[in-house]
T-cell receptor, first 114, second 110 residues
């Protein structure tokens, strides 16, 4: 069965500092990997995705993520955090073997200090 | 996403009552999904539909029902059999292997 683990429930970072959110997945075939962001009381917005090819993918709002097959990881990074990046972030895994279903991690809530 | 409309934004259910959450899309996509979100648990799949008049159970379908009579609409009914319905419910469509979400409905029990 596929699964996603986001080890950090909360992360606090100072504005302007770098941010890295961890994501580990379990999937029996070539995964499709996603990062979503959610503001309170809102739906999820897609930040970036990995399907194949270059293992470093760029997304919106200055985010990037690196797929490491050997570590079953897909960590999200941003070099300099803005106050507007305070939100909850979700990693998800899916793929053709999953029958069109995505499995989400439990989320990481990011707080930004001024 | 502007093409996916969930209503109402907030909904209250009395004990023993069935309630229906609406999800409408004008994006002409076949696949639609319902997820439930609880704090600290991420999103869990309730039901999904890949085509009109067809749908499949997700991981937590018990106490829920759906219909897909039109491509544009995928309503979710939370039945009285769902004993813990308080949650944030999210509808999504799939486009090019990516999910795009509506703005959600918060369901609470009176």
């Amino acid at each position: 069965a596929q699964s996603v683990t986001q080890p950090d429930i909360h992360i606090t970072v100072s504005e302007g500092a770098s941010l890295e959110l961890r994501c580990n997945y379990s999937y029996g075939a070539t995964p499709y990997l996603f990062w979503y962001v959610q503001s309170p009381g809102q739906g999820l917005q897609l930040l970036l995705k990995y399907f194949s090819g270059d293992t470093l993918v760029q997304g919106i709002k200055g985010f990037e993520a690196e797929f490491k097959r050997s570590q079953s990881s897909f960590n999200l990074r941003k070099p300099s955090v803005h106050w507007s990046d305070a939100a909850e972030y979700f990693c998800a895994v899916g793929g053709q073997a999953a029958g069109n279903k995505l499995t989400f991690g439990g989320g990481t809530r990011v707080l930004v200090k001024p | 996403d502007g093409g996916i409309t969930q209503s109402p934004k907030y909904l209250f259910r009395k004990e023993g009552q069935n309630v229906t959450l609406s999800c409408e899309q004008n994006l002409n996509h076949d696949a639609m999904y319902w997820y439930r979100q609880d704090p600290g648990q991420g999103l869990r799949l309730i039901y999904y539909s890949q085509i009109v008049n067809d749908f499949q159970k997700g991981d937590i379908a018990e106490g829920y029902s759906v219909s897909r009579e039109k491509k544009e609409s995928f309503p979710l009914t939370v039945t009285s059999a769902q004993k813990n319905p308080t949650a944030f419910y999210l509808c999504a469509i799939k486009s090019n292997e990516k999910l795009f979400f509506g703005s959600g409905t918060q369901l609470s029990v009176l």
